[in-house]
């Protein structure tokens, strides 16, 4: 019994430590937590200060199986000629088996081309912390005991974003070094890089007498790579009257499977934007889960809301 479970220890390190099965955590509100996206958001918007706070279980109906904890705070810094951010997330797994937590600082230069055109380019730098807690798996003989196994490494993202009256459009690239994630150092366990690429805009609607913004639609393309795992987000989101969110977006691979509806709703405010979405599965995976639903929730906070910002802001999507 003993070499079974050992050899039952061996495979769950193979499957949590090994970059074939490594894949980021994946957020639905893509811009309700943009550093995420692409480090070139920072300081971006009709704002001084950001904070994004983020949450997203993912398959609920198997106990605490991936939820993701995510904070960051950005603002635009004028003597930096750009922006300046902090993130900090938690990726937990299987009740705690698996931990991933990661911290990152920010900066994003921008460079105003002419009064319509502008291009940011961000740079991350981040250290991550990943933490398997054995002591979490039964094992068939009681008297076995597994302690944590830890390991930490330096994470760089890089990313750059254009900005053209209402669209928008850009690139980036997470785990640039392919840092050694295994616990053992393995120099052939690396993280992948993960490739970012979106394109969008938003279309204001106004009203015909007064001329006041009624509805601002925003049409979005988000592609994501990561070894060979591949999803394209497509969608559109909704804002209306300056007050109320929607949005509905399809989720899928390259070739058509496990594909997902996004719907969600949110509300608006000059000091905070927030928002509930759920991923609703619509294909049939390989193995049967009790749910293949997702929930999330994201809170914006905009203390400088109600102030007029006292330098040049760069037109986005208000979603």
Same mark, same amino acid.
């Given at each position: ?10 495979? #769950? ?20 937590? /943009? ?35 995510? #904070?960051?705070?950005? +603002? ?10 902090? /993130? ?69 993202? #890089? ?37 970012? #690429? ?26 994501? +790579? ?61 193995? @049967? ?25 760069? @037109?986005?999507?208000?979603?």
């Amino acid at each position: 019994m003993k070499g079974i479970n050992h050899f039952f220890v061996t495979t #769950v390190l193979l499957f949590v430590f090994l970059p074939a099965h490594t894949q980021d955590p994946s957020f639905s509100q893509f811009f309700a937590n /943009r550093l995420y996206l692409n480090p070139a958001w920072a300081g971006i918007g009709d704002n001084e200060r950001r904070l994004f706070l983020n949450y997203r279980n993912q398959w609920p109906g198997i106990d605490n199986a991936f939820v993701t904890y995510s #904070v960051s705070y950005d +603002q635009f810094m004028k003597p930096m000629h750009g922006g300046f951010g902090i /993130r900090v997330m938690n990726d937990v797994q299987g009740n705690g088996a698996v931990n991933q937590l990661s911290l990152a600082a920010i900066y994003s230069y921008h460079l105003y081309v002419t009064r319509e055109f502008t291009i940011t380019a961000g740079f991350e730098a981040g250290y991550v912390q990943r933490q398997m807690n054995a002591a979490t798996f039964n094992f068939a003989d009681e008297s076995e005991s597994y302690g944590n196994i830890k390991n930490d490494f330096p994470d760089f993202t #890089v990313g750059f974003s254009g900005f053209y009256r209402n669209i928008y459009g850009g690139i980036s690239m997470a785990h640039l070094t392919r840092p050694v994630q295994s616990a053992g150092n393995n120099p052939d366990s690396r993280l992948p890089r993960k490739l970012t #690429v979106y394109a969008g805009g938003f279309i204001p609607v106004y009203e015909r007498h007064l001329g006041k913004e009624v509805l601002q639609l925003s049409p979005n393309l988000i592609y994501v +790579q990561q070894q060979s795992y591949t999803q394209i987000n497509y969608g559109m989101e909704g804002l209306v009257k300056n007050q109320f969110l929607a949005g509905v977006w399809l989720r899928q691979d390259l070739g058509l499977d496990f594909s997902a509806l996004i719907f969600s709703a949110g509300y608006v405010t000059k000091s905070f934007r927030i928002r509930y979405s759920y991923d609703h599965q619509i294909s049939n995976p390989t193995i @049967k889960l009790p749910s293949m639903g997702t929930h999330e929730i994201s809170l914006i906070i905009t203390p400088d809301g109600r102030k007029k910002i006292k330098h040049r802001a760069i @037109k986005c999507p208000k979603i």
